[in-house]
């Protein structure tokens, strides 16, 4: 059974405000213990998302003094966003051709959730036969070379 967004997503999601300093992203990343922001204009809507990422490159990579960041000036923008009823697979597929780690679910521009790579280590663990996966690996190790890898040999 393929799951959808909506099965795996988190649905508390930390935000920040565009105007907030980076000291205060790096504060409530740590004491809420995510690896990410989603940035909210003043009339609540999802503008961008600020990571753990962005801080060390945009504020400790620059000798910068956190205080004097602004989120909008580091967060990333615009967020690649996912309809809640998309496969895992379709999500997997967005992140990988968007070179992201996060995607925020949205349903008619109303933020739901985030996946994150963590949600797929969750997805993974309650979907994947290990022993199948383990098994398709010591087949695919075990075969014959092909004739043009023997060549080489």
């Known amino acids: 059974m393929v799951k959808s967004v909506s099965d795996v997503m988190t ?3 930390e935000t920040i405000g565009v105007e907030d300093e980076a000291q205060s992203a790096a504060k409530k990343m740590r004491s809420k ?5 989603v940035v909210v204009d003043n009339n609540e809507q ?3 998302i600020v990571t753990e990422r962005d801080l060390v490159r945009e504020v400790c990579a620059q000798d910068g003094n956190s205080s ?8 990333s923008s615009p967020i690649v ?3 809640p009823n998309s496969s895992v697979e379709t999500a997997a597929n967005i992140m990988m051709q968007n070179k992201v780690r996060h995607l925020v679910v949205v349903d008619e521009k109303k933020t739901l959730g985030i996946i994150t790579s963590s949600n797929f ?3 993974l663990n309650q979907n994947v036969d290990l ?12 075969e014959e070379p092909s004739e043009s890898e023997s060549a080489r040999s």
């Not at 004097?68 to 967060?75: A, D, N, S, T």
């Not at 022993?131 to 075990?142: G, K, M, Q, T, Y």
């Open 33 to 37: 213990n995510v690896s990410s922001l």
């Open 68 to 75: 004097q960041y602004v989120i909008r000036h580091i967060m």
């Open 81 to 83: 966003t996912i309809d």
């Open 121 to 123: 280590i969750v997805y």
């Open 131 to 142: 022993d199948d996966v383990n098994a398709r690996i010591l087949a695919a190790l075990s």
């Open 46 to 48: 999802a503008v961008g």
């Open 11 to 13: 649905t508390k999601i």
